[in-house]
Nanobody
Framework: QVQLVESGGGLVQMGGSLSLSCTVYRSSGSINYMGWFRHTPGNERELVAEVGSGDMVNYADSVKGRFTISRDDANNVLWLQMNSLEVDDTAVYYC?????????WGRGTQVVVSS
């Protein structure tokens, strides 16, 4: 079993920064994929950034150069550093991990960027 606990969301002014964390609690199995997604009303959940096996890292075009994803395998934490935040970054951010082929989602953390 895998459980995810996200934190770090909040309200920030445009141009500001936030750091999200996702702590992974697992009783067995290994994690082969970790990523951040976000969702806004009326839209589908979209990929923000992901890190997979072999240090594969991928970012959505809209966040390249502003967001940085990183993982702390020793402490089972996935990070998302968000800089130069824009109003369009306002969303609920979700952590996703995969253990084998099975996906696990966090409950989400709200990020609001004010103009």
């Amino acid at each position: 079993q895998v459980q995810l606990v996200e934190s770090g969301g909040g309200l920030v002014q445009m141009g500001g920064s936030l750091s999200l964390s996702c702590t992974v609690y697992r009783s067995s199995g290994s994690i082969n994929y970790m990523g951040w997604f976000r969702h806004t009303p009326g839209n589908e959940r979209e990929l923000v950034a992901e890190v997979g096996s072999g240090d594969m890292v991928n970012y959505a075009d809209s966040v390249k150069g502003r967001f940085t994803i990183s993982r702390d395998d020793a402490n089972n934490v996935l990070w998302l550093q968000m800089n130069s935040l824009e109003v369009d970054d306002t969303a609920v951010y979700y952590c996703l991990v995969r253990s084998g082929a099975k996906p696990y989602w966090g409950r989400g953390t709200q990020v609001v960027v004010s103009s």
